[in-house]
């Protein structure tokens, strides 16, 4: 019976992922720059620079409401005391957007939702010394609010443009040093693009 359930809810989610219309159910792609403050919990905090990219799903929820998610992949580059650091995160960011204006072909959206992150790749280096070294991986849980605009940029495809601030709820994953990311704010310019 068990198994009987489980085929009809994925043929039933397969079935709306593929079947949907309308200009807010389809495929993001969003790079973004910005800046957000790095700490380590009681040794340093320092402002770093973020880059990163989204390949994401938007699926329509009601009239003006969708739900969005995919994949990211960020880096963050600071310097601290001599050392320059180089940070890598890979995440399933999911969020809730809601269009003030759906109907037409420009709209103004606000963005609610939850950055889900690992950081897989950590390296400290300082060049003068020729030393460098790798830092912990973790987990990292953060809030994301976002602000942006979308219109019509050609039949299958809508510009996006956008600003974001990230901040860390909780980590999970270090030892006794805690690495946190605060304040992070974003531009993100991208586009929507939508099957035939």
Not at 69 to 78: D, H, P, R
């Amino acid at each position: 019976m068990k198994k009987i359930f489980s085929f009809v809810i994925i043929l039933t989610f397969v079935n709306e992922l593929y079947s949907q219309n309308g200009r807010f159910n389809g495929w993001v792609v969003s790079p973004s720059v910005g800046f957000v403050q790095y700490q380590k919990e009681s040794i340093f905090k320092t402002t770093a620079y973020s880059t990163s990219a989204i390949i994401g799903k938007e699926f329509n929820l009601q009239k003006n409401l969708t739900f969005i998610t995919g994949a990211k992949v960020e880096s963050l580059y600071g310097n601290q005391n001599d050392f320059s650091f180089k940070n890598v995160f890979i995440g399933i960011p999911v969020q809730i957007r809601y269009y003030v204006s759906p109907g037409n072909t420009s709209s103004i959206y606000v963005g609610l939702g939850i950055d889900n992150k690992f950081k897989i790749n950590e390296k400290f280096e300082n060049e003068l010394l020729g030393t460098n070294f790798k830092g912990e991986n973790g987990y990292h849980l953060g809030g994301l609010v976002e602000l942006g605009y979308k219109t019509k940029a050609s039949e299958n495809t809508d510009f996006l443009i956008g600003i974001n601030y990230t901040g860390d709820i909780l980590q999970a994953g270090y030892g006794d040093v805690k690495n946190k990311l605060l304040n992070g704010i974003n531009l993100s310019i991208g586009f929507e693009i939508f099957k035939n």
